[in-house]
Nanobody, 122 residues
């Protein structure tokens, strides 16, 4: 499975962005997909994840109520809608996939996509 993240950019605080993670490969729908982020000088951290069916999602506490993860298996794409962005949300955002198992952190990830930069101006 190959993952391609897109949708990053520059936005003012309080604004919104939608990230996309397009997966290629015949078994893409069998993967749990998550979003992580990494700011300069910090470790990569979990943001959100979604199960293969899209029926269950998980979020880091710092994005609950502001970010929404969703997936369209017909398009093999997972989205991260980010609202009410804060300067501290600025980071490189990565999508990741794990075969059939929950994503609980950076360990156990089978595939990583290349990141997309999110910059939030105050």
């Amino acid at each position: 499975v190959q993952l391609q993240a897109s949708g990053g950019g520059l936005v003012q605080a309080g604004g919104s962005l939608r990230l996309s993670c397009a997966a290629s490969g015949p078994t893409a729908s069998r993967y749990v997909v998550g979003w992580f982020r990494q700011a300069p000088g910090k470790e990569r951290e979990f943001v959100a994840s979604i199960t293969t069916s899209g029926n269950s999602t998980r979020y880091a506490d710092f994005v609950k109520g502001r970010f929404t993860i969703s997936r369209d298996n017909a398009k093999s794409t997972v989205y991260l809608q980010m609202n009410s962005l804060k300067p501290e949300d600025a980071a490189v955002y990565y999508c990741a996939a794990r075969l059939l198992r929950a994503i609980v952190g950076v360990k156990g990830i089978d595939y990583w996509g290349r990141g997309t930069q999110v910059t939030v101006s105050s």
